[in-house]
């Protein structure tokens, strides 16, 4: 469904992706862990094109991306397909929390008013916020927010939902909350593609794990393959620091 091969990414001098290759089933859950500068954000941003790749090609579904000729329709029909939850949230500060999930169907993808409103609230029910339809953002928590960017990300009907470190940005309390909504959305098959420092959700929830390092995959397996079984010691020494309770076989 998704496939990204030999993916180059530099920013003036400095290269960030070092031919980057993945593919991702429908419905697989992939979780992309690795150390702060490894390229993790910026292969995720090359999938969507909000960071241009150098060189190198994006598939989603029948449609190919060359990074190198793409015009500005391949990168809006390729955005078509994806959806993102950042971080930091990105809501609208001057809408509600309905407008903020409506805003991208009804402006981007045209569709009608009275449609988008009755999944708006069908989504904010699932993601526990009914009753914060009509509040503005600056009244919501960080996981609510975040809650939020998930319910908006979803109206979209998206065929792969990015999700760039959706937990970072929380203070630890608020996280699980965010979490349990990404495990419900999991267990309905929606593909999602996950960079996050999460190791025991990325273990529980995901497919496929993906360890980065330097601007390349050093590797990627099942959770059981990569947590009690990585092929290389740059992997076991990664996943020592952040969960040394667990056992690693080399």
């Known amino acids: 469904m998704i496939r990204l091969e030999n993916i180059e ?8 992706l070092k031919g980057i290759f993945l593919e991702v089933q429908k419905g697989d859950i992939v979780s992309i862990l690795g150390p702060s500068g490894s390229g993790k954000t910026t292969m995720l941003r090359c999938i969507n094109f909000l960071d241009k790749a150098t060189s190198g090609m994006v598939t ?3 449609l190919s991306v ?3 000729t793409a ?3 391949d990168i809006l029909d390729l955005r078509k397909k994806t959806a993102m939850v950042f971080q930091n949230y990105n809501l609208f500060q001057h809408k509600t929390v309905l407008e903020n999930i ?9 569709r009608e008013a009275k449609e988008v409103k009755a999944q708006a609230l069908e989504l904010l029910k699932k993601v526990g916020l009914s009753h914060k339809a009509d509040a503005y ?3 919501l928590s960080g996981g609510q927010q975040q809650r939020v960017g998930i319910a908006r990300a979803l109206a979209m009907n998206p065929q792969v939902i ?3 470190e959706p937990t970072s940005a929380l203070d630890p309390e608020l996280v699980g909350e965010v979490l349990d909504v990404m495990r419900k959305i999991a267990r309905e098959g929606i593909t999602m593609i996950i960079v996050t420092h999460e190791m025991n959700f990325a273990r529980e929830v995901s497919n496929q794990v993906v360890f980065m390092d330097g601007g390349i995959v050093v590797e990627s397996g099942t959770p059981s393959e990569i947590f009690t079984k990585p092929k290389h010691e740059r992997t076991r020494q990664f996943l020592q620091r952040l969960t ?3 056992t690693y076989e080399i």
Request: charged share 30%.
């Open 60 to 62: 989603i579904d029948q």
């Open 102 to 110: 409506m805003e991208g169907p009804i402006i981007v993808q045209k």
């Open 66 to 68: 060359d990074a190198k």
């Open 244 to 246: 040394p309770e667990l």
């Open 162 to 164: 990015l999700f760039d």
């Open 71 to 73: 015009t500005k329709k």
């Open 9 to 16: 990414k530099s920013f003036g001098k400095t290269q960030v």
């Open 137 to 139: 953002p600056s009244a």
